[in-house]
Each structure stands twice: as structure tokens, then as C-alpha cells.
């Protein structure tokens, strides 16, 4: 059953939330223009039933079910979503994943709440994706006309429809940037899950991160061929499975 929850700003989120007696839980956060009934999610979801373990998916405002237009949206909004939900509805010390922009949040999440947030998963993470878009990625052309007309529709093999970019997404990245600094002040366990072929966010993104966070427990794990959405039955066991060792590893 789909609940909602009001932001600062009024807004209205929708989420599912497992209860469970279990000592620890899980926040699922998905990637831009994804939503809580994507494959990972559910297979995730699915996987905490089966072993008890409380689980909350949410959908971010201007995506799936949840209010607000996703022009008006960004970084600044999302990240403060799932910390409201994060402090709010989950009690317990809790797994954070993060898949694409997801896992960007995710550690902003941790970082953030060190002693709430137990583990990070970050599944194909894209941290500071909004400026690598727009130093590395974005011609001329299209940087102009999100400063002329606050957004353009930029092609991708993932949605038919393409994406929107706009100038409040590129904007309200900044204040959340993780890659810029020399260390990333993470002392918590932490997974990073990345596919070889990944198109869309390159394997260096996560190579980068690895090296940069500063807790001594953190793994790499490449999936030879995998792509970004890492949604075939062999990724979804991977994922699920990376997830069942750092539950086991945090509940020791």
C-alpha cells in the first residue's frame, strides 16, 4: 500500500514502508527518472520481506507517484526527502542504496547522519553527475539554451522520451558535491557495485569514489559487461546478495 508524507514545502511523497522487529533498516534511494517500481527496487523490497528486514522505498517529488514539476526539482529538494525519510519514519540504524543519482544521495545521506546511517550500497553511483554534465558533457549549444529557456530534453538509450535537463537540476548540485574534496569522510561500511560497459556513468566515477572514501571497509565489485541499469537476473543477484553480506557484516 502507497503512503505519503508531506516535505518542508508541502509536498507529498509517496512511499512503501515495511515494518519489521528487525535491528537494523533499509533506504532505497533511485536514480533520476526512476521511481520506486523499478526492478532493483522491487527485487530489494522483495528480499527484505523474505528475511524480515524493514525496508522503505520512496518516490522523489516530480517522479512517480509523488507531487511537484520536475522542472521546478533538483539535487537540493531530493536529498532532503530522503533525509526526511530517513529520520522520520525509520527508527533504526539503517542500510542506505542508492542506485545512479541515488547512490550520489546516499552518501550525502551518510555524510550527513554518521551515526543514523550503518552502510552505504551504492549501485552504479553517480556522485556530481548535474556537474560533470555540465563541464564535461553538455555542448555549447545546449548550455545556452538551459540559460535561455531554463531546461532542454537530452536523448538517452534508457528512456524513449529522453531526459530533462534543467538549469535548477545543474544549479542545486553544487552545495552537494562529494567529488571535489581530497577525502570522503565515510567511516562506515560501504559497497559500490559498477558494470564494466556502463554508458551512461563511467566505471571511473565509482573508481574515484573508492579511492576517495575514508572508511577501511569498503569494496569495489565490477560486473564484467554489466551495463547502467544493472537489471538482468544475474546483476539483481549481485545486488541482492552484495546486500545479504553487509547485512550479515553489520549485524555481527
Not at 531530493?78 to 542506505?96: D, F, H, Q
Request: glycine share 6%.
Amino acid at each position: 500500500m502507497i503512503k505519503k508524507v508531506k516535505t518542508i514545502n508541502k509536498r507529498k511523497i509517496s512511499y512503501y514502508h515495511y515494518k519489521s522487529n528487525s535491528k537494523i533498516s533499509i533506504l532505497f534511494c533511485p536514480g533520476f527518472n526512476s521511481d520506486m517500481n523499478g526492478n532493483k527496487a522491487k527485487n530489494i523490497y522483495k528480499w527484505c520481506n523474505i528475511n524480515n528486514i524493514e525496508c522503505l522505498l520512496f518516490d522523489y517529488s516530480g517522479h512517480g507517484t509523488s507531487e511537484g514539476r520536475l522542472l521546478d526539482l533538483g539535487i537540493e529538494e531530493w536529498t532532503e526527502e530522503a533525509n526526511l525519510l530517513l529520520n522520520s519514519i525509520l527508527k533504526k540504524p539503517s542500510i542506505v542504496i542508492g542506485s545512479s543519482m541515488g547512490g550520489w544521495i546516499a552518501i550525502n545521506l551518510a555524510l550527513k547522519n554518521p551515526s543514523k546511517v550503518c552502510a552505504v550500497l551504492g549501485i552504479a553511483p553517480a556522485p556530481d553527475f548535474t556537474e560533470k554534465l555540465w563541464k564535461k558533457i553538455l555542448s555549447k549549444k545546449q548550455k545556452a539554451n538551459i540559460n535561455k529557456y531554463g531546461h532542454i530534453n537530452i536523448q538517452s538509450d534508457y528512456n524513449p522520451d529522453g531526459y530533462i535537463i534543467s538549469k535548477k537540476l545543474i544549479n542545486s548540485g553544487k552545495k552537494f558535491l562529494i567529488t571535489n574534496s581530497k577525502k570522503i569522510e565515510l567511516h562506515c561500511p560501504v559497497r559500490l557495485i559498477h558494470g564494466s560497459d556502463d554508458k551512461e556513468v563511467n566505471l571511473n566515477n565509482s573508481i574515484e569514489v573508492f579511492n576517495k572514501i575514508n572508511s577501511k571497509d569498503v569494496e569495489l565489485i565490477i560486473i564484467k559487461n554489466g551495463d547502467h541499469r544493472l537489471s538482468s537476473p544475474n546483476n539483481l543477484k549481485t545486488i541482492v546478495s552484495t546486500l545479504q553480506s553487509l547485512v550479515e557484516r553489520i549485524l555481527v
